[in-house]
């Protein structure tokens, strides 16, 4: 094999290998808690709904970012995130988390 088809080789494997661990595949929990208005959630996923009348404080203590969206079941728009760390007052209807 030349050194040039040795090449080729290993960069089509390297290029399989990254699209092999970008694929999506099963959502997983964010691992931590989040708080939502006081209340504990350990290793949260998916959509959970904010104050209606109030805007909502949200402490994340996971490893994912909350998205907090505009509306009541995580759809319209997202108004803004609470990054891992982070406690910060939800002005939206709905946070989501993966």
């Known amino acids: 094999m030349t050194m040039r088809k040795t090449a080729r080789l290993l960069?089509?494997?390297?290029?399989?290998?990254?699209?092999?661990?970008?694929?999506?595949?099963?959502a997983q929990a964010a691992q931590g808690v989040l708080f939502i208005d006081g209340v504990r959630y350990d290793d949260p996923s998916g959509?959970?709904?904010?104050?209606?009348?109030?805007?909502?404080?949200?402490?994340?203590?996971?490893?994912?970012?909350?998205?907090?969206?505009?509306?009541?079941?995580?759809?319209g728009r997202v108004v803004h995130a609470v990054h891992p760390g982070r406690i910060a007052i939800g002005h939206g209807l709905s946070l989501y988390i993966e």
């Open 11 to 26: 960069g089509a494997c390297a290029a399989a290998a990254v699209l092999a661990l970008a694929a999506p595949g099963t």
């Open 47 to 75: 959509c959970f709904p904010l104050g209606d009348f109030v805007p909502s404080e949200v402490a994340n203590f996971t490893d994912g970012v909350a998205w907090v969206w505009n509306g009541p079941h995580c759809d």
